[in-house]
């Protein structure tokens, strides 16, 4: 270990009355589970710790039914009743060594409250931070002493579950400590409004008495959010945050430093390409404490995680995301296959997955939110049963992720690829404008495929059913991919434009590919509303082409918004000068006009349009598995064949990896559990 260049990520650190036994931190991050699914969440959590975290966090956890964040599924610890489900993480995670820590969450305005019933309450009284048409009432004097007495009942409840760290969180604008500091949402005139001393001082007395109250045996962690990246708008690092930090600045036995809003911290790689991006504000928090520090801010790379330690920019490398896309990152670095690191793409699949109440998921890592359920961690699967042998067609993410794992299972695997380039729709998508990193995805797979001597390549190689009979492999998974369809059927529109064939279409790859000989104006049509046709048009924009985007939805890639992008996405479509023409869908295309009608009103407009990129729907790209499947029905051929991925139903990157990996661990599996397409539940009890 001495020898290993990374040796300095693996001493421990001092938190308070507890060491974690290195300087990996699972900073909180929900997942969709928490307190509904605690097998699951402790399944998870504890697989992070297995792959060498020196501390695995919770997500928020509501401290009582005032605070209710339904329908988002968080952690809860209202009493004495949430102790035993808390208390399967905390042993899952202690088994490997790790700490555990829970972030303690009032969240004030932030609380929807529709679970409970209950009024939400925050320092002023305010719009709750839902759509919903309710507001929060203005805590009382009393109410403020209520809030203090339920932290510090939680502290005690989460020693008693068993955790070794407890956050006091003022963070993300999401918690009623930090709205308390934030001046802009409180304007109190008592002594918890006004100078930043009064604002500070409810944080003070929840540092304080958390620390009474548990900190005999538990680290006190303040999470706080340093600056809000408003400018003068809002709190700034080099002003009030540092005041912040320099009044309590040994408090807290760890500062964990971020950014707020929640849109701001977690910020994709399509608008935020630096890792390590928030390191000026942790490195300024490092500079006014003695105390231990972690920051975030997608840090992936062992080389800048050993310079920010050598530097003093902070003690403990903090990850929420890297942590998702690979549990066991601490562990490869440990044993120096640095090059074996799923690296997180910055996507924030997994956000969505939190942003829709579902389990957890994630683009790189597609046994994430599936360690309960199904069973599979990303380093373990399981043996083969036989010698059989499996051709995969196509690399897009599917057929990648299917070849790796058959591969890994030990089965002997012909991948074929058409294209002379592994990858298919990844290696388009992230050619464009701000989706570089997304080839890791590919990148990361053909490393390891190229390792393994039991998957053999073939590219440039369509096949036919001719080829594949010479070939001799009865076991086949299609990943075949899918095509844009150019006829203008999408999501609102069931029957193709009219006269689209008097101007030039496009789908998306052609447009990116022939942008010097489009006819400007181009049309941008987004029926799909998912991310691709704002990241077209703003592609496009870059090749200084004319740009149009036209949608009958109400926004700008409303998809985008359950992975905190929509609003840049909007901005840089406005800043780059593409017009933008909402609510409206295309019907018709006439001498190089094309005709809208008002999603609403059904009313009529006409804009000018050479040329149409249309982003509207895909079509699977089933030719092979057809033919197959009917040689089979024509009792020609007795292949066992899987159309996977897109090649199945078209969707994200991440449900195509998700897809494949399954195909590969159900390969040979007993075909009554296939059918049954089940995975465990946990049942609600009925005592
Ligand atoms: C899926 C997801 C859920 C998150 N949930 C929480 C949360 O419950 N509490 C919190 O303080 N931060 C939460 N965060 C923010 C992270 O803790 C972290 O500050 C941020 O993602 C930046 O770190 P990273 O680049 O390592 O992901 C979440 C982030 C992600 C990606
Ligand atoms: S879903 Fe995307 S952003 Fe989230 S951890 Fe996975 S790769 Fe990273």
């Known amino acids: 270990m001495n020898n290993n260049p990374y040796s300095k990520l693996f001493e421990p650190v001092k938190i308070g009355p507890v060491v974690t036994k290195n300087r990996f931190y699972q900073v909180p991050h929900c997942c969709g589970m928490g307190h509904l699914r605690p097998k699951a969440h402790a399944a998870m959590r504890e697989t992070k710790a297995k792959g060498g975290w020196g501390v695995v966090s919770t997500e928020e956890a509501e401290i009582h039914p005032s605070s209710d964040l339904a329908p988002y599924v968080e952690q809860r610890i209202w009493d004495k009743k949430d102790i035993p489900a808390l208390r399967l993480m905390t042993e899952a995670v202690h088994k490997h060594g790790a700490l555990a820590a829970i972030e303690l969450t009032h969240s004030g305005h932030n609380s929807t409250n529709l679970f409970s019933r209950i009024p939400a309450m925050s320092p002023n009284a305010q719009p709750v931070n839902f759509l919903y048409p309710k507001q929060s009432r203005r805590m009382s004097k009393r109410d403020i002493s209520d809030f203090r007495d339920w932290h510090k009942r939680a502290a005690l409840n989460a020693k008693e ?9 003022a963070g993300h604008g999401m918690s009623v400590a930090h709205q308390f500091i934030l001046p802009d949402m409180n304007n109190r005139i008592d002594e918890y409004g006004g100078s930043l001393d009064n604002r500070l001082r409810l944080t003070r007395e929840l540092l304080e008495e958390t620390r009474e109250a548990i900190g005999d045996s538990c680290g006190v962690a303040f999470r706080f959010a340093v600056d809000e990246l408003k400018g003068k708008d809002g709190m700034q690092f080099e002003e009030e945050g540092r005041a912040v930090v320099e009044l309590l600045s040994e408090h807290p036995d760890l500062w964990d430093v971020n950014v707020s809003d929640w849109s701001n911290d977690s910020q994709t790689s399509r608008f935020q390409p630096n890792e390590g991006y928030q390191m000026p504000y942790v490195e300024l928090v490092k500079s006014l404490t003695t105390k231990p520090v972690v920051g975030v801010g997608r840090l992936t790379s062992p080389d800048l995680m050993v310079k920010l330690i050598d530097r003093g920019a902070l003690d403990l490398i903090g990850a929420a995301r890297p942590s998702i896309a690979d ?58 049963l036989s010698d059989q042998q499996a051709l995969v067609v196509g690399s897009g993410p599917a057929g ?17 690829e058409a294209e002379n380039k592994l990858g298919g729709r990844v290696l388009f998508e992230s050619g464009l404008k701000g989706l570089s990193a997304w080839k890791r995805v590919v990148d990361n797979r053909v490393h390891e495929i190229l390792q393994k001597n039991n998957i053999e390549v073939y590219k440039e190689s369509r096949l036919t059913e001719d080829l594949i009979s ?11 991919g899918s095509s844009w369809r ?5 999501r609102s529109r069931r029957s193709p434009i009219q006269g689209l064939e008097s101007i030039k279409v496009y789908s998306p790859e052609e447009a990116v590919q022939n942008h010097k000989d489009i006819k400007a104006p181009i049309v ?10 704002g990241v077209i048009a703003d592609h496009l924009k870059t090749k200084n082409v004319e740009v149009v985007f036209i949608t009958p939805a109400s926004v700008v890639s409303p998809w985008t918004d359950s992975t905190l992008e929509q609003k840049r996405v909007q901005e840089s479509l406005i800043n780059s000068g593409v017009k933008i023409i909402c609510n409206q869908s295309i019907y ?7 005709l809208l009608e008002c999603t609403y009103t059904g009313s009529i407009t006409k804009v000018p349009c050479k040329s149409i990129v ?5 079509i699977s790209n089933s030719t092979l598995y057809d033919n197959l499947m009917q040689s089979n029905l024509e009792g020609k051929t007795q292949y066992n064949i899987q159309a996977i991925g897109d090649a199945e139903a078209p969707g994200l990157i991440a449900d195509a990896v998700y897809l494949g990996h399954l195909a590969a661990q159900n390969f040979e599996a007993d075909e009554a559990d296939i059918q049954k397409g089940m995975f465990m539940r946990e049942m609600p009890s009925l005592k």
């Open 161 to 169: 579950a068993g955790f070794d760290i407890v956050y006091v969180y």
């Open 327 to 384: 549990p066991y990152l601490p562990n490869k670095i440990k044993a120096e296959n640095t090059d074996q690191i799923k690296e997180c793409i910055g996507c924030n699949i997994c956000v969505s997955s939190d942003n829709f109440s579902v389990p957890i998921r994630c683009t790189q890592n597609p046994t994430m939110g599936e360690e309960w359920r199904r069973g599979w961690d990303p380093e373990y699967i399981k043996p083969k």
């Open 400 to 416: 990648l992720e299917c070849s790796l794992q058959l591969a890994r299972r030990g089965y002997q695997v012909t991948l074929a």
């Open 470 to 480: 010479e070939l001799g492999i009865k076991n086949i998974f299609l990943a075949t």
């Open 486 to 490: 150019k006829d203008g059927v999408g």
């Open 524 to 533: 941008v049509y987004d029926d799909e509303q998912g991310y691709l046709a």
């Open 588 to 594: 018709k295309i006439e001498n190089a006009t094309a």
């Open 614 to 618: 249309m982003v509207t729907e895909r």
